[in-house]
Nanobody, 126 residues
């Protein structure tokens, strides 16, 4: 069992930046492929970014490419999402997720993730 806790959300103006953190307890995250998803009111959960176990491979949703960066710190047992040039349409609850599959790969589908955090709200004002 791994427990994930997101932090770093908040209210920011369009064009601003935020850095989300996902801290894990219970297990080391080095064995997990990690991802960030978001869900806005009335919309389906959307893939934002993913990173494999080694950290060598990443993937991003089309709407955030070039603006968001996912990274991981094995020493701090954490994963991060750096969000730049934020837009009002980025407003959502952001979730961190962990995939415990044996293979090291970037996972982009939500149903493949085994563990989820409680989410952190990001609001971008225009």
């Amino acid at each position: 069992q791994v427990n994930l806790v997101e932090s770093g959300g908040g209210l920011v103006q369009a064009g601003g930046s935020l850095r989300l953190s996902c801290a894990a307890s219970g297990r080391t995250l080095s064995r997990y492929n990690m991802g960030w998803f978001r869900q806005a009111p009335g919309k389906e959960r959307e893939f934002v970014a993913g990173i494999n176990q080694s950290g060598l491979f990443t993937a991003y949703g089309d709407s955030v490419k070039g603006r968001f960066t996912i990274s991981r710190d094995y020493g701090k047992n954490s994963v991060y999402l750096q969000m730049n040039s934020l837009k009002p349409e980025d407003t959502a609850v952001y979730y961190c997720a962990a995939d415990s599959s044996f293979s090291s790969r970037v996972v982009i589908t939500s149903h493949e993730y085994d563990y989820w955090g409680q989410g952190t709200q990001v609001t971008v004002s225009s």
